[in-house]
């Protein structure tokens, strides 16, 4: 490395001995109480990395502790101004370690090191972000009766925000729901993902450097079905912001039910990208590789649905096919790799029976190449499913991983009814020059966002969010105050009106 200038096909270096991680709580990094570990496993090597402390209910218990009384304290009364000094102090702290914290997440994701080091760099862009909303966009309304009444509405912090993430990329989607919670005077208890612990780890270390009062941010490590279902069990946490698969996020809806939880469910996709005869086919080629092969496929809103117009479809193929043979499948930590391992054997194993399920299902599968000496690694070489149906299960279900299911159309009615025939709704992508058709094919798909000749380009004052099984609920730009903040409002007599009288002799 020449300054901090990675070269193509230069190694980051990094040094792979990670100390063991503890829960963070009330302000200092303590062990389960059960001082129960598991082990965290590298995605390149199938080898252990490190052993992270196990929380379960008790350990939940003492941070919704903690977090209360912060809540109830300091943090609770302070002055706005201060607490987003508190905000843009972790924004600045995340920048300085943007060369530090991306090799960690992509050694313990197996994300690429180019592709982490921009999430990180959005990861620090979310709280000063969040900051500048809160500070500039915060507002209440004010509705005036005539010269009787004064209505207003106020912004208040719900109270405890139980976050549970996935491991997907980890670090930014911690950062995406930990900075408007904080921002807007919540505290927070954070439940990463079990497969991804070292940036969660780093984050709070981050936290704690940034000398958050005690008990305003903590970290409980542990299984989703402990330490996340007792998150979600305890009647002390007023909302659960929650990342992750479909069935789960049904799982915590029905677990917090009892407790009346207030939810935000960004869940699983299959999103669609069309291209139609006149679309830029060039652009939508570099558009839908990436978009489908970045993040190693492990993306929410990858564009994992292909629907090419009859007429383009056999060229577009073909180049779609040269790409793939040409992508750089590789070690996460090298500069030039594009694709590296997915997050775990159980994942590697679920890809690839969808791979030969494609089989079983009638398409053929066109596959890239992984280097011989990757052979440690749970890696599946970028995938092209060819012939598929609409009514496959490889076409209905979220794959998440390398492999893009490609169809054909022939006009702009069919498109629309199988871009919609499936239970997912999170992201669509259209490509076209016609533009009364982008807007229009834009409009009919049902999905919570649609890029019209763009891949996934995000503008973090919109919404962001899915319909149908993606999601419920929107986080994103003053979207996420509906969340994480109580409207409350205030009804204030500027005379005496008429009260009736009741009772009165
Ligand atoms: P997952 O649902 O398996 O796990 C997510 C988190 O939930 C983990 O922290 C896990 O420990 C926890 N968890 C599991 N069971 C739980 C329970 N019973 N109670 C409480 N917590 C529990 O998801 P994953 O495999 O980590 O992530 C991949 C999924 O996330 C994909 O479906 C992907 O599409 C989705 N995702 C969605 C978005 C979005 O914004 N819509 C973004 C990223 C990822």
Known sequence: MVGNQVTAKQQVPFDKKVEDIKLYIDGAFVDAESKETFDNISPFTNEKINAVASGDETDIEKAV?????AYKGEWGNMKMKDRLTYIYKIADLIDEHIDEIAPLESYDTGLPISQTKKMVARAANNFRFYAEMVSARLVGEVYQVDDEFLNYTVQKPVGIAGLITPWNAPFMLETWKIAPALATGNTVVLKPAELSPLTANRLAEIIDKAELPDGVFNVVH??????????????????ISFTGETTTGSEIMKNGADSLKRFS?????KSPIIV???????????ACTWGIFSFNGERCTANSRLYLHESIAESFIENLKDRVANIRVGDPMR???????????DHYNNVKSYIELAKDEGCEVISGNIPGELNRGNYVAPTILLNAKNNMRIVQEEIFGPVIAVMTFKDEAEVIELANDVRYGLAGYVWTKDMQRGHRVAHAIDSGMLWVNSQNVRDLR?????????????EG????????????????????????QFGKK
């Open 65 to 69: 502790k903690a977090a209360r009384k």
């Open 222 to 239: 542990g299984y989703g079905e402990t330490a996340g279902a007792s998150l979600v069990a305890n009647p002390d946490v007023e909302l």
């Open 265 to 269: 469910m960004e869940l699983g996709g």
């Open 276 to 286: 139609f005869e006149d679309a830029d086919v060039d652009r939508a080629l570099d």
């Open 335 to 345: 500069a030039d790799t594009q694709v590296g391992p997915l997050i775990h054997t």
């Open 462 to 474: 919109t919404p962001f969010g899915g319909s149908k099984h993606s999601g419920i609920g929107r």
């Open 477 to 500: 730009g003053h979207y996420a105050f509906d969340f994480y903040t109580e409207t409350k409002i205030i009804h204030v007599a500027m005379k005496d009106h008429h009260i009736p």
